[in-house]
T-cell receptor, first 116, second 113 residues
């Protein structure tokens, strides 16, 4: 079956612009995660949804970051007034609560955001 | 602060030999550990996991060992194949504080023919 997909794959934004990154999880996966991976680092947790409910947003670095999943499937990560330090790969992952441990998360290819 | 550490940024192994990738953690509350493999321009791919109630889990050529007293885990790949060349991330989670994975910085494995 189809895996996690993300779009766009690459995004270049000028400092101060708003961006929106999309994630399509694996069909039927109720859990969805966003991670940020800076160059040379491992992914860092941003936020977690179970269906449409955002249960954990403790990793969002500032109030410029906002995520939503209004119908419990597709999710959007929005970054307002982008800054150069926001340049990173943004990874989306989904997990099936019923099919195995929630920790076994399946990742999309990521969106590489470059802020100039 | 980095709660999961992979102290070897890179490792080179000959084809057919054993690859051993190491990972240390500082949070004694972690109770689930995973290894992910990542190719360039792709997302991490789940490889193998282990619960803190076990000390070993094996899946084909891949075995993960957990030493809780030392807060150390390792991934063994036997025999190593050129297609195993990738970046390997160790990750850990605490089931009592949500489902976020805490990742190390990764180890780049190169398997040479």
């Amino acid at each position: 079956g189809a895996g996690v997909s993300q779009s766009p794959r690459y995004k270049v934004a000028k400092r101060g612009q708003d961006v929106a990154l999309r994630c399509d999880p694996i069909s039927g996966h109720v859990s969805l995660f966003w991670y940020q991976q800076a160059l040379g680092q491992g992914p860092e947790f941003l936020t977690y949804f179970q269906n449409e409910a955002q249960l954990d947003k403790s990793g969002l670095p500032s109030d410029r970051f906002f995520a939503e999943r209004p119908e419990g499937s597709v999710s959007t990560l929005k970054i307002q007034r982008t800054q150069q330090e926001d340049s990173a790969v943004y990874l989306c992952a989904s997990a099936n609560l019923a099919g195995g441990p929630i920790y076994e998360q399946y990742f999309g290819p990521g969106t590489r955001l470059t802020v100039t | 602060d980095q709660q999961v550490k992979q102290n070897s940024p890179s490792l080179s192994v000959q084809e057919g030999r054993i690859s051993i990738l190491n990972c240390d953690y500082t949070n004694s509350m972690f109770d689930y550990f995973l290894w992910y493999k990542k190719y360039p321009a792709e997302g991490p791919t789940f490889l193998i996991s282990i619960s803190s109630i076990k000390d070993k889990n094996e899946d084909g050529r891949f075995t993960v060992f957990l030493n809780k007293s030392a807060k150390h885990l390792s991934l063994h790949i036997v025999p190593s194949q050129p297609g195993d060349s990738a970046v390997y991330f160790c990750a850990a989670s605490n089931s009592n504080s949500g489902y976020a994975l805490n990742f190390g910085k990764g180890t780049s494995l190169l398997v040479t023919p």
